[in-house]
Every structure is written in C-alpha cells, then in structure tokens.
C-alpha cells in the first residue's frame, strides 16, 4: 500500500509535537523578556531595556526558525497561545536571575528533544537542533557573566546606573 | 458513497465501519455512521485528535440533555457528525486502528526501502 503519512511529512508526530512545545516555549521566553525590557525602562534602565527588547526579537527568531522548520518538513506548526506573562520584577538583579533561570531551562528543553531525536532516529532534526544548543552557551554565558557584575561591582551608589551602562558590552567570545 | 474514481484499499475495519486509502487521490476515506467521507491526511489526523479530546467523563457526568451527544464537523467536509458516548467510542476504536495500520504501513515501507537499497 501506497505510503501516504510519508508522502505528507517526514516528521514523527512526537518529533512534531515537542517542536510544536518548543515554539510555544521560544514565544513565551520573547514575551518575557519584553516584559522585562518595559520594565527595565520604566525604572530608568535604559541599557537594559535596549538589550532585553534585542533578546525578545531573537528568541521570536528562534521561534520562527522553529515554525518554518516543522512547516517544511511538512508538519503543522502551531501558532502558540501566550499567558502569564509577568508585569513587574522584585529588583534589578531578581530580572537577569529569572534571565538565567529561563535560558537553563530552554536549553533542557532542547537536550529532552535531542534525545528524544536520537531515540526516534530522526538525525535530520537532531542535525537541526544542533545550532540551538550552541545557541544556547551563549545565552547562558551571558545571563550568568551580568549576574557576576552584581558581585563584581555592587550595588550601592551609583553601582546600579554602572551595571546598566556595561550590560551592552557584555560579549560571548566563544 | 466512495468516489467511483477512488482506488481504494482497506486500512482497517471494524463491525461500525472503516477507513479506507485511496492511492489514487492520496485521501482516506471514512465509512461511518451511514456516510463516506474523504480526508485529506492531515486532515484525517487532525480529525482523529478532535475524536480523542472529547471529554467522555464530562459528557457522562452532565445531567443535561444536551450532553448525551456531541457534534463534530470536520473541517473541509460536508459531514456533520453527532455522536453519543458509543458513538464516540466506535469511532475512537476504527480511527485509532486505523492510525495504526497506516503508521504500521509506513514502517514497513521504510524497513524494505532500507533492504532493498542495501541488497
């Protein structure tokens, strides 16, 4: 019999559900950080509204990156619903912990969809996802080195408007 | 009534209908309740997940009238399906033997591409 559900996608319906997860996570991660990037604003932070805004359009492009890869292999990828997203933070440094938090937990994510690639034998994925992990060094990196300055430089006096003016410069090397 | 162009093979069976594959079209064709209805693929997978997220406990549980069927139109066909809990759990069983068998299929199919690219 003719092979019909190959003809339509390549894509297990598990490997197409966990991206389909994935991209819902990606959009929520970019709803946060503009969340973030309003708030950095209104409390003067103008350095670190610039850089939360930019993460927010990068993890909306890591999310397209996702939904076109999913439509190509000619899976559905979904338009995901976002919710309960956070209007205000404790303090300056609880905003870059939550940034920590959130991009560790992104790339456990994409280490379960990794393996669940490796288990279902679907390497043109696993190949795919690759760009992501490494992606995901460099967003930890950072999200760690601006907690650093916190310890580094302090927060008393002007240690704030500091941390502020330096977060741009923060860099991943690699 | 199945399409007199359709070429058809049975996918799977059972006593309350049956689901069909048109190689021809590349469609499924759904025989139920009386009424034959074609699905594109994605469009019989999506169906599937419909018939699978209604909530039997709720439908069980509800006193109301109204509760003992469900209706269902899939997208893209005339049909108009309405269901009560039994019918809802014949179809479950013919499409999820169904889903079955076409996963089974294109295993299948693999493993001989894979044996016959290897021999």
New interface residues.
């Given amino acids: 019999m003719k092979d019909l559900l190959r003809l339509k996608t390549s894509l297990n319906e598990e490997i197409e559900a966990i991206l389909n997860a994935q991209i819902k996570m990606e959009a929520h991660a970019s709803s946060v950080y503009l969340a973030m990037s309003a708030w950095c604003d209104d409390q003067g932070y103008d350095a670190s509204a610039t850089f939360f805004s930019e993460q927010s359009e990068e993890e909306r492009k890591h999310m397209m990156k996702l939904f076109n890869y999913v439509n190509d292999r000619g899976g559905k990828a979904i338009s995901p619903e976002i919710t309960n997203i956070p209007a205000d933070f404790e303090s300056f440094r609880s905003v870059f912990e939550e940034m920590l938090e959130q991009e560790m937990h992104v790339t456990q994510q994409f280490n379960i969809i990794a393996d669940k690639c490796i288990k279902l034998k679907d390497f043109v994925t696993f190949q795919f996802i690759q760009w992501f992990l490494e992606e995901q060094i460099e967003e930890e990196y950072v999200a760690r080195r601006i907690l650093e300055m916190f310890d580094v430089i302090g927060e008393e006096g002007m240690g704030r408007w500091e941390i502020d003016k330096h977060i741009p410069k923060v860099k991943y090397e690699g | 009534m199945v399409c007199p162009l359709a070429n058809f093979?049975e996918?799977f069976k059972t006593e309350h209908g049956a689901v069909y594959?048109c190689?021809r079209q590349?469609?499924?064709w759904l025989d139920f309740a009386g009424a034959t209805t074609a699905f594109k693929?994605?469009d019989f997978?999506?169906f599937k997940k419909r018939i699978d997220a209604i909530d039997l406990s709720a439908m069980i549980i509800d006193p109301s009238r109204t509760a003992d069927f469900t209706i269902v139109m899939p997208f893209r066909t005339p049909r108009c399906y309405v269901l009560d809990i039994n019918g809802v759990l014949n179809l479950r069983e013919l499409l999820d033997g169904a889903k079955f068998m076409?996963?089974l299929?294109?295993v299948v199919?693999?493993c001989l591409q894979v044996t016959s690219h290897g021999a």
């Fill in positions: 093979e996918v594959q190689s590349n469609c499924y693929v994605n997978f999506n076409i996963e299929n294109s199919s693999a």
